[in-house]
Nanobody
Framework: QVQLVESGGGLVQPGGSLRLSCAAS????????MGWYRQPPGKEREYVAH???????DYADSVKGRFTISRNNAKNTLDLQMNDLKPEDTAVYYC??????WGQGTQVTVSS
């Protein structure tokens, strides 16, 4: 099992940018797929994006063209670059490394 710690959340105005990072306690090079999920206030957790070991990526329609997921297998990190943020992006963002490997979450609030 790998421990995951997210960072980079905060308060940002609409149209702004944030970069989330997830640091893993062990090597991620063998993990087939890693991803980001989010839980908006009062809603269920939802899928945001994932990246395979090969580097191929996939995004939820709601973030496509605005968010970019990346992984650094040498540094054991997973990042999410978020641009053109909207109020509806407000949520707790979680890093996932398969199975029961979840981070504790980082709050992102988009508000003027």
């Amino acid at each position: 099992q790998v421990q995951l710690v997210e960072s980079g959340g905060g308060l940002v105005q609409p149209g702004g940018s944030l970069r989330l990072s997830c640091a893993a306690s062990a090597s991620i090079s063998a993990i087939y797929s890693m991803g980001w999920y989010r839980q908006p206030p009062g809603k269920e957790r939802e899928y945001v994006a994932h990246i395979a070991r090969s580097g191929s990526t996939d995004y939820a329609d709601s973030v496509k063209g605005r968010f970019t997921i990346s992984r650094n297998n040498a540094k054991n990190t997973l990042d999410l670059q978020m641009n053109d943020l909207k109020p509806e992006d407000t949520a707790v963002y979680y890093c996932h490394a398969g199975g029961a490997n979840w981070g504790q979450g980082t709050q992102v609030t988009v508000s003027s």
